[in-house]
């Protein structure tokens, strides 16, 4: 989780600003977001973003996790959670304590999910 974050330039992933341990601890200083996490914001909108607003979010996901993917890491829980907003509504990606390092020639398994929109 460390390493991800002091190794990151992307304006998607959350940054680290300082670490320090004592004889018990391991601390993290990251930037702080004011907007909370996409959990939070989704309440305020009765648990439905308007088309314009998910895409918006969707898209810079997708800008984050492929520059995850770039690092050479892969996140393994993406989830509103762990989404933070920053001050000008933008997100970050962040909590990468279940992210795995992954070389070139390794490959990820995943689940499909289905969804069924509803109009």
């Known amino acids: 989780e460390r390493d991800i974050m002091a190794r990151a ?5 959350t940054s680290l600003q300082y ?18 996490d996409l959990l ?3 309440s305020r909108h009765d648990d439905v973003f308007e088309e314009k607003m998910a ?5 810079e996901m997708v800008q984050a ?4 993917h770039l ?13 933070l907003i920053d001050r000008t509504g933008h997100i970050k990606l962040a909590d ?5 390092r992954i070389s070139k020639h390794q490959t990820v398994s995943y689940y499909k999910l289905r969804v069924k ?3």
């Open 9 to 13: 330039t992307s304006p998607w992933i």
């Open 19 to 36: 670490a320090f341990q004592d004889s018990t601890s391991l601390y993290l200083v990251m930037d702080f977001h004011p907007g909370g």
């Open 40 to 42: 939070t914001l989704l």
């Open 55 to 59: 895409q918006f979010y969707l898209a």
């Open 65 to 68: 996790i492929h520059c995850l």
């Open 71 to 83: 690092m050479g890491y892969v996140h393994r829980d993406v989830k509103p959670d762990n989404i």
């Open 96 to 100: 990468f304590g279940s992210a795995a």
């Open 117 to 119: 929109l509803s109009h």
